[in-house]
C-alpha cells in the first residue's frame, strides 16, 4: 500500500530558528513529490521536486529530494510566526496525490 | 482567475438529511479532485475526475457518498443520508494534468458538521 509518512507530527519553536521537516514516502510509479503549507483554510502549493540532490528555494523555505533514500525535507530558516501551519507533503504516483498527515509547525515571538 | 470555487461554505444539517457540496474548477483545468479532511485521519482523497470522467473512486467511504462532474466546470458530492461520523471539512481541488505530476489548486473548502 502507498503511503507517506511526515515526521515530526509537531513542532513548536522560536522566532528565528531554523526548522527541518521530514517526508519519507513508499509509493510505486513515483513520479513527483509536493509541499503545502495549510493555515486556516485550503493548501497552498509551496515545491515540486521530481530530481533527487536539486535543491527548490523560495525565500526563506528551501527543499530537497533524495528518489534513492524515499525522502525529502523541507527547511525554513529564520522562522517568523507567519510561518505557522500544517505543512502538508505529497507524493504523485501517475494520477493522484498521496498525502502525508502533516507537520504542524507553531512559531512563537 | 477566481481559483476553484466552493459553496456552502458551511453546512450544518441533522442526521439522515441529504448534504449537496458544490465546486467549480479553474477554467481550463481538466483534472478535478474531491477530498476530505478531520483532525483523525488527514487529507483523504475521496473520487477524482480526468475530463469530466470519474477515475478512481476507491477513496469513497460507502454508498452513502456519490460524486459527479456533468460538465468541465461543475462538480457536486452528494451525502445521502447524512451521518455525524461525515462531519469534516471538504475541499475540491483541479489541476492540469501533466506527466510529472499536477499542482492541484485547492477551493477554501466546505465546513460540514451533521448533528
Known amino acids: 500500500e502507498d503511503k507517506v509518512v511526515q515526521s515530526p507530527l509537531s513542532l513548536v519553536v522560536h522566532e528565528g530558528d531554523t526548522v527541518t521537516l521530514n517526508c519519507s514516502y513508499e509509493?510505486?510509479?513515483?513520479?513527483?513529490l509536493l509541499w503545502y503549507k495549510q493555515e486556516k483554510k485550503a493548501p497552498t502549493f509551496l515545491f515540486m521536486l521530481?530530481?533527487?540532490?536539486i535543491e527548490k528555494k523560495s525565500g526563506r523555505l528551501s527543499s530537497i529530494l533524495d528518489k534513492k533514500e524515499l525522502f525529502s525535507i523541507l527547511n525554513i530558516t529564520a522562522t517568523q510566526t507567519g510561518d505557522s501551519a500544517v505543512y502538508l507533503c505529497a507524493v504523485y504516483n501517475t494520477d493522484k496525490l498521496i498525502f502525508g498527515t502533516g507537520t504542524r509547525l507553531q512559531v512563537f515571538p | 482567475d477566481a481559483g476553484v470555487i466552493q459553496s456552502p461554505r458551511h453546512e450544518v444539517t441533522e442526521m439522515g438529511q441529504e448534504v449537496t457540496l458544490r465546486c467549480k474548477p479553474i477554467?481550463?483545468?481538466?483534472?478535478l479532485f474531491w477530498y476530505r479532511q478531520t483532525m483523525m485521519r488527514g487529507l483523504e482523497l475521496l473520487i477524482y475526475?480526468?475530463?469530466?470522467?470519474?477515475?478512481?473512486d476507491s477513496g469513497m467511504p460507502e454508498d452513502r457518498f456519490s460524486a459527479k462532474m456533468p460538465n468541465a466546470s461543475f462538480s457536486t458530492l452528494k451525502i445521502q443520508p447524512s451521518e455525524p461520523r461525515d462531519s469534516a471539512v471538504y475541499f475540491c481541488a483541479s489541476s492540469l494534468r501533466t506527466n510529472r505530476g499536477p499542482e492541484q489548486y485547492f477551493g477554501p473548502g466546505t465546513r460540514l458538521t451533521v448533528t
Open positions: 475526475f480526468n475530463n469530466n470522467v470519474p477515475i478512481d
Open positions: 509509493v510505486t510509479n513515483f513520479r513527483s
Open positions: 477554467s481550463g483545468h481538466n483534472s
Open positions: 521530481t530530481s533527487s540532490g
